[in-house]
């Protein structure tokens, strides 16, 4: 599982470097994504830089990107983990930093025998009052 744990921090902080490349690095060819942005779901290739060079160059500066309470199972070739993420940026043309928590599911697929993301689901819980608004003030 320490395999697996360095796989998932090291794509985190090469994000937070704005090395696309090397966060690319650890996904399968194909991922599935439920994002936090629309659509509700997609297909994406996992060696197009594109999709998160047009996001990256939304901030000021790459997003930092923190891992915590990190849980991992794994049977066979296929793991998934669990985490709450946090991230903190400035979007560009703001001097209004922030900082979100979201809760972070992945899954993996041993290729080739290295891990590889195949599937990422981020998630931001909302209100059950009507509102529907994103509860983005929750913290771990």
């Known amino acids: 599982m320490q395999d697996i744990r360095e796989v998932i921090e090291a794509r985190a902080a090469r994000l937070s470097e704005g090395d696309v490349k090397a966060f690319l690095s650890y996904s399968a060819d194909e ?7 629309p659509p509700l779901g997609s297909r994406v290739d996992g060696n197009d830089p594109a999709p998160t060079e047009r996001w990256l160059a939304t901030f000021e ?8 309470q990190l849980e991992i199972t794994v049977d066979g070739d296929v793991a998934f983990a669990t985490s709450y993420d946090s991230m903190s940026a400035t979007p560009r043309g703001t001097t209004d930093a922030f900082t979100l928590w979201y809760r972070v599911t992945l899954g993996l697929r041993r290729i080739d025998g290295r891990w590889l993301v195949v599937h990422e689901h981020e998630s931001v819980p ?15």
């Open 61 to 68: 500066a790459p997003p930092r990107r923190e891992v915590t």
């Open 126 to 140: 909302f209100l059950m009052d009507g509102s529907f608004a994103a509860a983005i003030d929750l913290t771990p």
């Open 31 to 37: 991922v599935r994504t439920f994002d936090l942005a």
